[in-house]
């Protein structure tokens, strides 16, 4: 039977590391065989590409390639193969993270992306979405706490991080189902124990 593809989804500084950990262990401890993978990267070339898209100016459109790029390469070396052999695979963000960011937040006409999507996985989707979704000034405020400097997403304002959650939040509500919502203001254990109800529902 094929394994399960769940992708973590939400603004900057929502939460996703901290729970992606967390799940990851949850799954295991269950039995599961999970494979913990994010984007952009997951593969050597895919890391060499984030290196390029955290930290070097390029055009709009450019960085929407190569999003691209590196999930074609994500895809097939390490997505299809995993959940193939029957494993699972959790992964911090993928391409709903660039409907919200390149066509939420760099204003990308949305069309492009589609078009993108519809080239690279035709006949792929994630099973399960979670969505930790925070007010920006709540995530700017965790992300000031961890001391880490910022890269080129984490710089921009306000204003894009309120279009990139509001792109996040229409996607969920037209997503039938395969998006789930978490106020991710909550405390780290009830967000925990709202995962555990949704995991225990997809497992059966
Ligand atoms: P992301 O991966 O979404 O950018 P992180 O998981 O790195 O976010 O979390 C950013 C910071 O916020 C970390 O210091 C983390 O401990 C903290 N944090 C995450 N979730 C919560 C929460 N529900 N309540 C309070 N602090 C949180
Ligand atoms: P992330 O892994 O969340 O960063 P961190 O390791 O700091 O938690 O994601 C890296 C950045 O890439 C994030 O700011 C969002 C951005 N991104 C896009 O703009 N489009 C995409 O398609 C993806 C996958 C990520």
């Given at each position: 039977m094929r394994g399960k593809f769940i992708t973590l989804e939400g603004i900057d500084g929502a939460g996703k590391s901290t729970h992606q950990s967390w799940l990851i262990?949850?799954?295991?401890?269950?039995?599961?065989?999970?494979?913990?993978?994010?984007?952009?990267?997951?593969?050597?070339?895919?890391?060499?590409?984030r290196e390029l898209l955290l930290h070097e100016p390029m055009h709009l459109e450019t960085e929407a390639l190569l999003m691209f790029a590196?999930?074609?390469?994500?895809?097939?070396?390490?997505i299809r193969p995993t959940l193939e052999r029957g494993?699972?695979?959790?992964?911090?963000?993928?391409?709903?993270?660039?409907?919200?960011?390149?066509?939420?937040?760099?204003?990308?006409?949305?069309?492009?992306?589609?078009?993108?999507?519809?080239?690279?996985?035709?006949?792929?989707?994630p099973d399960l979405t979670l969505l930790f979704d925070v007010p920006?000034?709540?995530?700017?405020?965790?992300?000031?706490?961890?001391?880490?400097?910022?890269?080129?997403?984490?710089?921009?304002t306000e204003d894009f991080f309120c279009r990139v959650r509001a792109v996040y939040l229409?996607?969920?509500?037209?997503s039938g189902g395969r998006i789930r919502?978490?106020?991710?203001?909550?405390?780290?254990?009830?967000?925990?124990?709202?995962?555990e109800e949704i995991i225990a529902s997809i497992s059966k």
């Open positions: 262990d949850h799954l295991r401890a269950r039995g599961r065989t999970v494979v913990a993978t994010r984007e952009p990267g997951g593969t050597p070339l895919g890391e060499k590409l590196a999930r074609r390469e994500h895809l097939e070396r390490l494993d699972w695979v959790v992964s911090d963000r993928f391409t709903d993270a660039t409907y919200a960011y390149q066509g939420g937040g760099r204003k990308l006409d949305m069309d492009k992306i589609a078009l993108l999507e519809r080239w690279v996985h035709p006949d792929l989707q920006p000034e709540v995530a700017c405020r965790r992300l000031a706490g961890t001391g880490n400097a910022p890269d080129r997403f984490e710089r921009e229409e996607r969920a509500a037209g919502v978490i106020d991710a203001r909550k405390s780290i254990a009830e967000i925990h124990k709202e995962l």
